[in-house]
């Protein structure tokens, strides 16, 4: 029987650290019994949240804490040395905890995993990838990069790819997944030189199932399995798609309250909103992983509440039973090889 996956949970970061960061890591020792949670940040606060003292959670107490509004997450990195995220993410380089999660400033988090839990040697930018849900039910589709670096180098681009795809295979447990590049259209000589560019390197790599570029309106139509692109469009499109879904169900609120003849739709459909909204309801993936990095680190979303945070560290489980990391590394260090040869 393998030993207690031990995972690390940086329990000041987000907006509603560490209440709901605490709960949601009780309510994961309590559910999966194979887990042992660390939370790293100030002790007497944790307590507090902590419904009663359990043998797999273990609190390291950190004195300072990284703000959500940081402006500059690297120089943070190296002046507070201990901050619940330092703290923690120098655990995972000595290999006291095997995966991280938080809800922080995604800035600190990224640059904590660089600077200090170190990128693979065989990746050259480490990549965030989301799991974006979609229309067709039980379905997801990878977004990478979602924010990680903002380059956009066709290399970079086709190296998310890469990611993304053993990540799909690995984790996500699918065995062919079909992946698109996010463009402006459709047509193979749609953008920019380093899209173009992406595009060639992934038709040319037999190894992936690429299907040609998709635009950002079909992002979540699950008509591919990962999504590649650079950070910065990345982080854009998934920021114009959080915002659009959660609009629209505001306006279909507002609307239906309205009359008296919209109130009683909305009874009628209340049940069908409510299978809409479980469908593409963000809680139930916990949050995005950041590839290419020595150890699996989750990046949980800053309004994280505790079933959020329950999943994400699923996640973090996830990724080291299938020992992600290694694949990745495996891999792209053949990549790499065989394009030398």
């Given amino acids: ?88 993410s120098r655990a995972v380089k000595q290999g006291d905890i095997e995966a991280l999660v938080s809800a922080g400033a995604t800035g600190a988090l990224i640059a904590a995993g660089t600077l200090l839990v170190k990128r693979l040697k065989s990746v050259d930018r480490p990549a965030l990838a989301p799991l974006l849900p979609t229309v067709k039910k039980d379905k997801h589709t990878i977004l990478c990069d979602a924010g990680a670096t903002s380059e956009s180098k066709a290399h970079f681009i086709y190296q998310n790819a890469k990611l993304a795809d053993i990540y799909a ?87 239906i309250m309205s009359t008296t003849q919209g109130k009683i739709g909305g009874l009628l459909l209340k049940s069908t909103f409510a299978h809409i909204k479980e469908t593409i309801n963000p809680k139930t993936v916990g949050g995005a992983i950041l590839l290419g990095i020595q150890a699996p680190i989750i990046k949980s979303p800053g309004s994280s509440d505790a079933e959020t945070v329950m999943h994400a560290i699923h996640h973090a489980k996830k990724a080291i039973e ?20």
Avoid at 223 to 235: M, S
């Fill in 169 to 255: 295979k690995t984790v996500l447990g699918m065995n062919k997944p079909k992946i698109g590049l996010l463009n402006i259209g459709t047509e193979d000589a749609k953008g920019g030189i380093d899209q173009q560019e992406a595009f060639l390197l992934l038709k040319n790599d037999h190894s992936l199932n690429f299907l040609g570029n998709i635009e950002s309106k079909s992002m979540i139509s699950g008509t591919v399995d990962i999504i590649a692109t650079d950070g910065y469009a990345g982080n854009i499109a998934l920021k114009a798609v959080e915002g659009t879904a959660k609009d629209i169900f505001s306006l279909l609120k507002e609307e």
């Fill in 322 to 341: 299938n020992d992600v990391i290694n694949k990745i590394d495996a891999a792209l260090s053949t990549s790499k090889d065989d394009s030398l040869t």
């Fill in 1 to 88: 029987m393998r030993k207690l996956y031990k995972i690390g949970i940086d329990a000041m970061g987000g907006d509603h650290a560490p209440a709901e960061i605490v709960k949601g890591a009780y309510m994961a020792v309590e559910h999966y019994p194979d887990i042992e949670v660390t939370l790293f940040g100030q002790e007497e606060a944790i307590r507090k949240h902590l419904p009663v003292s359990h043998d797999r959670i273990q609190i390291i107490h950190c004195d300072d804490v990284i703000p959500m509004d940081v402006k500059d997450p690297a120089m943070a990195i190296r002046r507070q040395k201990a901050s619940s995220l330092v703290v923690a």
